[in-house]
């Protein structure tokens, strides 16, 4: 089985801020491929299914963000999965811009509590990543602010094309084509910021 896990926060204030975007991934995932993901076991929302002949369990954390590992080492744990191997983490990235995601084979949290907590508690930072892009924080604001703020309205119409392409990247990820992944997504697109 292979575990893809979105990041973010389960309270209904937090829903479609920019740190959500991983659960927003995981969502659309589930629609796409019916998989329900409402079973409530190991601190997360779990739903297991296939994805194009892959079996899969899709998860959201529901320890909140800086407590993601928590419940991703209890889901590692008990089906016995190499991280390294059968594992891959969606996540928000503020240094690319809105529609633009990023594909990583492995590497450090980058300042993301989220994959900081799991790499702690797994063990590891050799996991598969998928990168959101929701663009920089203006000068002066919070950061925690600006990651549990909304999207203006077009800003929201770039990440869910980036939420497509994510959902691509999966496809390809979970049939060993990592490298064609990254080489297909990681270019940045037009009218980006970077």
Known sequence: MFLIVGLGN????YENTRHNVGFDTIDALAERYHIPVKDKK???LCGTGVIEGTKVMLAKPQTYMNLSGESVAEIVQFYKLDPE?????????????????????????????????????????????????????????DLADYVLGKFPEEDRKAVNSAIEDAQEAVVMMLQGQVDKAMNDFNAKKQGSKE
């Open 10 to 13: 389960p309270d209904k204030r």
């Open 42 to 44: 190991h601190k997360a």
């Open 85 to 141: 191997e059968e594992m891959l983490v969606i996540f928000d990235d503020i240094s690319l811009a809105p529609g633009n995601i990023r594909i990583r084979k492995k590497g450090s949290a980058g300042g993301h509590n989220g994959v900081k907590s799991i790499i702690a508690d797994v063990g590891t930072q050799n996991f598969m990543r998928i990168k959101v892009g929701v663009g920089e924080k203006p000068a002066g604001w």
